[in-house]
């Protein structure tokens, strides 16, 4: 075992009352914050969770420098003798024939145990634990990246606009990009330098647009603040220490500080902070199944923490600060005796040690000095007396010394090629595989020569076999050249992979009537945008730029779909229009049909609308069977928002038979169901109505109650 690993084993025993010292100081000033911001808070918890980690990196050094105080002691008894290192934490010992009083005495007397003796196992149950939490938070991380990469739905046009004004007036210059997936029930936030928030795609269905907007807000303050990166460092925490409780419970505080910071952020920017909790409370019924990734909405809590989350968000009076009690002090008091007293010991320790190696020198001295002696070296034979060598001897010598000359000349000239030698000399001195690509691709000293000139400067071996592989030829440079694009070796690269010519970009530039840059060049051609198509989209009427045309020809919009759309009878739809129609699937056929069920729309915005919320005559008929006659537009997208289905409405309507559209939309938001109802009735809160039962879904009460019930056995 060397003093490296027995250094970490002391850093790990010291770690116990450092981390609870930490965590008694973190309870004591938390407490006299209890009245602050929870920005504050936050900053108390991490701060305190950060220098655990700071105090042990302390402590490991202190631990290794004691190794280094005792310093090398000079031996006895000649020069053969170098130096003996006694390790300091091997002196610590427990005496068993003293009933366990700490002694300091040489390792390997009968009768002590050491403590350095566990040391290996307390670093390998240390190293097992590391490694097995390594081990979870890569498949955390592996997970989360897993998602990133798969195909994951876009998120609709309208909200990606809303997104990103969200995300310039939060202050937030990095591009964050927003995915749908059906996997999760929660949104989350991940990434550091390329941030990006997921959300579930039944929120899209069971909130409103303005909930969905808060709930940005919310992911978009994870990411202003940094929380993914400190969450990361927070995790490697718990992974070192995780055998300390006060690391998790301090752990556990920041994450619920961190949640209620984004809170505050995303209440500000709300106008009614009811409708983030309703938000909140629509997403706890599903929170149980949600994946636990990264930076979720809830922050991985329970559900009575979720609900004090809605109460404070609602500005409930009645939650106050604990104040601390006569009898806290007094615990306080015995602790801080308890954890201060063994420190002038233990410091005093630190500096006993190096007077203890120093005092067992003379015994290790003594017991290596024979063994030295016995390893000293025994004294050379004398040389022999130099004589003439022999005319064959001389002969011999000067034969091979005019051979070695010769091995050599043929050694290197068979470890060299005529092409390498040709290569270095043209200035490209580069490693084996390098040579070998660019044989293979056919790079010849006058080929780079020649790029080089055109180019205007000498080219890298990567370029120059990039360039041989796509058949970039100086003739095809000089031709772009003439056309006008005078761009960089990459860029003439991906023009020759797409096949761009100086004919087609002379032939897209005539009929757009401008020159376009390389990356418009480019990316037209990938789309096969061709100058045919610009001309027929020119002809019904849509001049547009370069981006548009490409978005067009992806969604496979032709100029017979722009003119059926403008005959559904709300005008021609500009590029923008025809865009999001062809994305959402709007046709004439979907619009003719909604007319002929009587739901009327007063825009092309409102069958866009329609077709996200999958509004259908099938679902106004049904509607209509549950007794909700005349729906207008506007709620119909509402009802499809907040998932009301026609068997819900029809449940509702038998229990009360006054039912109101928006009283439908509310019991959705809150998730008042039968159970629920039948709740309220068994606590005999009765006569219900809907306002009473959006009231105590809001409070808890009966929450509480339910969870005690579950709760026995």
């Known amino acids: 075992m060397t003093h490296h690993w027995e250094a970490l084993g002391w850093t790990l025993v010291h770690f116990l009352w450092l981390g609870a010292a930490i965590a008694l100081v973190y309870r004591i000033v938390d407490t006299a914050l209890a009245r602050r911001s929870a920005s504050a808070r936050y900053v108390l918890a991490l701060g305190a969770l950060m220098s655990m980690l700071v105090v042990s990196a302390a402590t490991l050094v202190h631990e290794e420098d004691a190794y280094q105080a005792a310093g090398p002691i000079a031996g006895s008894g000649g020069a053969g003798v170098a130096s003996t290192v006694v390790p300091t934490a091997q002196a610590f010992e427990i005496s068993l024939v003293d009933g366990g009083a700490v002694g300091r005495h040489a390792e390997g007397f009968p009768g002590r145990f050491t403590i350095t003796a566990l040391m290996p196992y307390l670093d390998g149950v240390w190293l097992a634990g590391v490694l097995l939490l390594w081990v979870r938070a890569l498949g955390g991380w592996w997970l989360i990246r897993r998602m990133r990469l798969s195909r994951l739905e876009q998120g609709p046009h309208t909200l990606l606009l809303r997104l990103d004004a969200l995300r310039r007036q939060m202050g937030i210059r990095r591009f964050v990009d927003l995915r749908l997936s059906s996997r999760i029930t929660n949104p989350l936030t991940a990434g550091v330098l390329r941030p990006w928030i997921l959300l579930p795609v039944t929120a899209l269905t069971s909130l409103s647009a303005e909930q969905i907007e808060v709930i940005l807000s919310h992911e978009l303050a994870h990411i202003r603040r940094a929380d993914y990166f400190w969450n990361l460092l927070q995790t490697m925490v718990e992974t070192l220490f995780f055998f300390h409780p006060a690391v998790w419970w301090i752990s556990r505080r920041v994450r619920e500080e961190r949640e209620l910071c984004c809170d505050d952020i995303a209440v500000r920017r709300c106008s009614d902070p009811t409708v983030y909790a309703a938000a909140l409370v629509r997403l706890e019924e599903e929170r149980r199944n949600r994946l636990h990734l990264a930076m979720a909405l809830d922050g991985h809590q329970s559900r009575a923490g979720l609900r004090a989350r809605v109460l404070r968000i609602l500005g409930d009076t009645e939650e106050r600060p604990r104040r601390l ?250 590029v923008g229009q025809l865009i999001a129609l062809k994305v959402q699937d709007v046709t004439p056929e979907y619009a003719a049909q909604l007319h002929s069920e009587g739901i009327e729309a007063t825009s092309l915005g409102d069958l866009i609308s329609y077709r996200i919320f999958n509004i259908t005559p099938d679902f106004v008929k049904d509607m209509k069977a549950a007794g909700f006659e005349s729906i207008p537009a506007k709620k119909l997208v509402a009802l499809r928002v907040q998932g009301v289905t026609p068997e819900f409405a029809k449940s509702v309507r038998a229990q009360f038979p006054d039912a109101t559209l928006d009283d439908l939309i509310q019991m959705r938001i809150f998730n008042i169901d039968a159970n629920f109802i039948a709740s309220a009735q068994r606590h005999g809160f009765a006569p219900l109505t809907i306002h009473k039962l959006v009231k105590l879904r809001i409070s808890g009460i009966l929450d509480d109650g339910d969870e005690q019930k579950e709760s026995r056995p």
């Open 325 to 574: 009690r006569p009898v806290s002090f007094a615990g306080i008091a015995v602790a801080l005796i308890v954890f201060l007293c063994p420190l002038p010991k233990v410091f005093a320790s630190f500096r006993e040690v190096p007077r203890v190696a120093t005092a067992i020198a003379p015994a290790v001295r003594k017991a290596m000095h024979p063994m030295l002696q016995s390893a000293e070296p025994e004294p050379a034979p004398a040389a022999a007396p130099k004589t003439k060598p022999s005319p064959d001897v001389a002969m011999t010598g000067q034969e091979n010394a005019t051979s070695e000359p010769a091995q050599n000349a043929d050694a290197k000239e068979s470890g060299h090629s005529d092409y390498i030698d040709e290569m270095k000399a043209a200035g490209y001195d580069v490693d084996l595989d390098k040579y070998i690509a660019m044989k293979v691709q056919g790079v010849t000293p006058a080929y780079a020569a020649e790029m080089a000139k055109i180019a205007g400067g000498k080219l890298s071996a990567d370029n120059l076999i990039a360039m041989k592989v796509q058949d970039v030829t100086p003739e095809y440079i000089q031709k772009m050249r003439a056309a006008g694009y005078d761009v960089e070796v990459n860029k003439y690269i991906a023009m020759k992979i797409q096949d761009v010519t100086p004919d087609y970009a002379a032939d897209i530039a005539k009929i757009a009537g401008e020159k376009l840059s390389a990356d418009n060049l480019i990316a037209m051609k990938i789309q096969d945008v061709t100058p045919e198509y610009i001309e027929k989209m020119r002809s019904a009427g849509y001049e547009a730029g370069p981006d548009k045309y490409i978005s067009m020809k992806i969604q496979g919009i032709t100029p017979e779909y722009a003119e059926a759309m403008a005959k559904v009878g709300f005008g021609k739809p500009d």
